[in-house]
């Protein structure tokens, strides 16, 4: 597993930070999978934020955990369009299921790539990658 999978998964809940136009947008994301140590999020091919990142696939993810404790994460995204990969992600995430099938058409899951990130506190710098 990568450090950033390890991380994002203590948060539960993290952001990602894309870009439309010239206009920041940040939303929350919470389906996260790891698969042959590549770290994967999972969205929504509707959503805007599917049409962002095919459009600039540079990312920021950010979230909090353990309490005073938070990630910093730069990355690129790539688009991975196979039945087989969505399904491992949905065997890892469950909760999605209710929602998403590997072949409906509307599930999309990318991995991050050229990744460099920071845990940090309060108390200063935890760990650089």
């Given at each position: 597993?990568?450090?950033?999978y390890d991380y994002?998964?203590?948060?539960?809940?993290?952001?990602?930070?894309?870009?439309?136009?010239?206009?920041?947008?940040?939303?929350?994301?919470?389906?996260?999978?790891?698969?042959?140590?590549?770290?994967?999020?999972?969205?929504?091919?509707?959503?805007?934020?599917?049409?962002?990142?095919?459009?600039?696939?540079?990312?920021?993810?950010?979230?909090?955990?353990?309490?005073?404790?938070?990630?910093?994460?730069?990355?690129?995204?790539?688009?991975?369009?196979?039945?087989?990969?969505?399904?491992?992600?949905?065997?890892?995430?469950?909760?999605?299921?209710?929602?998403?099938?590997?072949?409906?058409?509307?599930?999309?899951?990318?991995?991050?790539?050229?990744?460099?990130?920071?845990?940090?506190?309060?108390?200063?710098?935890?760990?650089?990658?």
């Open positions: 597993m990568s450090k950033a994002l998964k203590k948060t539960g809940t993290f952001y990602i930070a894309t870009v439309e136009g010239d206009q920041p947008r940040v939303r929350p994301f919470g389906g996260l999978a790891d698969i042959d140590g590549k770290t994967y999020i999972t969205l929504n091919k509707t959503k805007k934020v599917f049409a962002q990142l095919i459009a600039n696939p540079k990312v920021e993810l950010c979230g909090m955990y353990e309490g005073s404790n938070w990630v910093r994460i730069s990355a690129k995204v790539v688009h991975d369009d196979s039945d087989a990969t969505r399904a491992k992600v949905l065997e890892q995430n469950p909760n999605l299921g209710n929602m998403y099938k590997a072949d409906d058409g509307i599930f999309a899951v990318f991995y991050l790539t050229e990744v460099s990130g920071k845990a940090e506190s309060f108390g200063g710098a935890i760990e650089e990658f």
